[in-house]
């Protein structure tokens, strides 16, 4: 598996070189080839044109994911998924949007919510055989009556960097990262306008983002000054849902009806393509722009109160079009999930990105309870694990999260 087209100079050459000119310059030179001068000569040479100095800590993570957006993208951790459950399902989850995560993948899905959901605890390593390179979130998601909203907070981890002058006496520590945060809101058009068939939701949702960056100390650059910048874009999204009731007595359980449910669901993530600028010369920087499309058919069978459904099986698929910088062939996502009285969850998908050249499968499972409180109440946990497939020296990047809720 590949990742990176043919090119003259590979994202992972430019890498090694970019860090061997910098071990190389003194940390006080400010003569007309400084380290900070030296470092965007390179980073304008690679074939993504992003400053590269900690790419080489990235490439097993973009090999498992959806690589060549984030590798075109000055924040690549936003396009890492947060939660361990659509790591499962493949990343084919823009039309199920449900639960805290919602935010992330479909603003929309934020109407479609009811009650509360938080996700107290998530870490993808980028790295698993280095300590340091991983992305933690939080999350939490609310709604009630057609009316929703959410927040999401990530940070990305590059681990620790080490700089050296040319006798290889170590200059300085530091560790790079990236925040992105998320504040969202959506409607539910059918409940609180149109007032049409119960059985439909059509919900539409934004999400205000802001990014934060900072990838060197100051005694990294020629002036002095910490190379970060900050930036903000917003995600546009729209879902429908048509849940239809199955009344036969067969499927009857002791709770709600059983069910049939048709979701369609589309994201345009930093719709405006803004830029971002973090170095000293004030170059901008693509912080990219994507479309995703998706839909999924999911169905819940014998509702045995106080537990779940017996059995609720959810299949999904998704299509990505990378936008911005650059345009390319789309990427194709699947995803099935089976799910036994809301407790145990096994999961399967398949991830096809010509553009990236990426062809893998995932596995995951989930294993928690939902359990009905009264008429009307239903509170829950699960812990979700995904096994994302990384470069082979690196092995398997192991996704977790708890995520918690209460419905009412």
Same mark, same amino acid.
């Given at each position: 598996?590949?990742?990176?087209?043919?090119?003259?100079?590979s994202?992972?050459?430019?890498?090694?070189?970019?860090?061997?000119?910098?071990?190389?310059?003194?940390?006080?030179?400010?003569?007309p080839?400084?380290?900070?001068?030296?470092?965007?000569?390179?980073?304008?040479?690679?074939?993504?044109?992003?400053?590269? /100095?900690?790419?080489?800590?990235? *490439?097993?993570?973009?090999?498992?994911?959806?690589?060549? $957006?984030?590798?075109?993208?000055?924040?690549?951790?936003?396009?890492?998924?947060?939660?361990?459950?659509?790591?499962?399902?493949?990343?084919?989850?823009?039309? /199920?949007?449900?639960?805290?995560?919602?935010?992330?993948?479909n603003?929309?899905?934020?109407?479609l919510?009811?009650?509360?959901?938080?996700?107290?605890?998530?870490?993808?390593?980028?790295?698993?055989?280095?300590?340091?390179?991983? /992305?933690?979130?939080l999350?939490?998601?609310?709604?009630?009556?057609?009316?929703?909203?959410?927040?999401?907070?990530?940070?990305?981890?590059y681990?620790?960097?080490?700089?050296?002058?040319?006798?290889?006496? =170590?200059?300085?520590?530091?560790?790079?990262?990236?925040?992105?945060?998320? *504040?969202?809101?959506?409607?539910?058009?059918?409940?609180?306008? /149109?007032?049409?068939?119960?059985?439909?939701?059509?919900?539409?949702?934004?999400? *205000?983002?802001?990014?934060?960056t900072?990838? $060197?100390?100051?005694? *990294?650059?020629a002036?002095?000054?910490?190379?970060?910048? =900050?930036?903000?874009?917003?995600?546009? +999204?729209?879902?429908?849902?048509?849940?239809?009731?199955?009344?036969?007595?067969?499927?009857t +359980?002791?709770?709600?009806?059983?069910?049939?449910?048709?979701?369609?669901?589309?994201?345009?993530?930093?719709?405006?393509?803004?830029?971002?600028?973090?170095?000293?010369?004030?170059?901008?920087?693509?912080?990219?722009?994507?479309?995703?499309?998706?839909?999924?058919?999911?169905a819940?069978?014998?509702?045995?109160?106080?537990?779940?459904?017996?059995?609720?099986?959810?299949?999904?698929?998704?299509r990505?079009?990378?936008?911005?910088?650059?345009s390319?062939t789309p990427?194709?996502?699947?995803?099935?999930?089976?799910?036994?009285?809301?407790?145990?969850?096994?999961?399967?998908?398949?991830?096809?990105?010509?553009?990236?050249?990426?062809?893998?499968?995932?596995?995951?499972?989930g294993?928690?309870?939902d359990?009905?409180?009264?008429?009307?109440?239903?509170? +829950?946990?699960?812990?979700?694990?995904?096994?994302?497939?990384?470069?082979?020296?690196?092995?398997?990047?192991?996704?977790?999260?708890?995520?918690?809720?209460?419905?009412?």
């Amino acid at each position: 598996m590949h990742l990176y087209k043919s090119s003259a100079c590979s994202p992972r050459q430019s890498t090694v070189a970019l860090l061997a000119t910098v071990s190389d310059v003194p940390a006080n030179s400010d003569g007309p080839l400084s380290r900070s001068t030296r470092i965007d000569q390179l980073s304008r040479n690679t074939t993504r044109g992003r400053l590269t /100095i900690l790419l080489s800590a990235l *490439l097993p993570a973009l090999l498992a994911s959806n690589g060549w $957006a984030a590798l075109n993208s000055a924040i690549p951790s936003q396009w890492f998924p947060p939660d361990a459950r659509s790591q499962g399902l493949g990343r084919a989850y823009t039309a /199920i949007a449900e639960g805290p995560s919602a935010i992330w993948w479909n603003p929309a899905g934020l109407a479609l919510i009811d009650g509360l959901h938080g996700t107290p605890y998530a870490r993808f390593p980028l790295q698993p055989a280095v300590d340091g390179y991983e /992305i933690g979130a939080l999350e939490l998601s609310g709604g009630r009556n057609g009316l929703g909203f959410g927040a999401h907070l990530h940070r990305m981890d590059y681990g620790r960097s080490e700089f050296r002058d040319e006798t290889g006496r =170590t200059l300085g520590r530091f560790e790079p990262y990236e925040y992105v945060g998320l *504040l969202g809101g959506a409607i539910d058009l059918n409940q609180r306008a /149109i007032h049409g068939s119960p059985a439909l939701a059509l919900g539409v949702g934004a999400n *205000l983002k802001m990014f934060h960056t900072k990838l $060197a100390p100051a005694r *990294l650059a020629a002036n002095h000054r910490d190379w970060e910048g =900050t930036s903000w874009d917003l995600d546009l +999204g729209g879902l429908a849902a048509y849940k239809m009731p199955l009344h036969a007595p067969a499927l009857t +359980g002791k709770g709600r009806d059983s069910f049939v449910e048709l979701r369609g669901g589309a994201t345009l993530h930093n719709a405006l393509a803004r830029e971002i600028s973090y170095l000293e010369d004030g170059a901008k920087h693509s912080l990219g722009r994507e479309l995703r499309a998706g839909a999924a058919v999911r169905a819940g069978v014998m509702d045995l109160a106080p537990l779940s459904y017996l059995v609720e099986a959810t299949v999904s698929a998704e299509r990505n079009w990378e936008l911005e910088p650059v345009s390319g062939t789309p990427g194709d996502f699947y995803g099935v999930e089976m799910t036994l009285l809301g407790i145990a969850s096994l999961r399967h998908g398949w991830v096809r990105d010509d553009e990236g050249q990426t062809h893998d499968t995932i596995t995951g499972y989930g294993v928690g309870c939902d359990v009905q409180m009264d008429e009307h109440r239903r509170v +829950g946990f699960r812990y979700d694990f995904a096994s994302v497939p990384s470069a082979n020296e690196f092995g398997e990047a192991d996704a977790r999260t708890v995520s918690v809720w209460m419905t009412w």
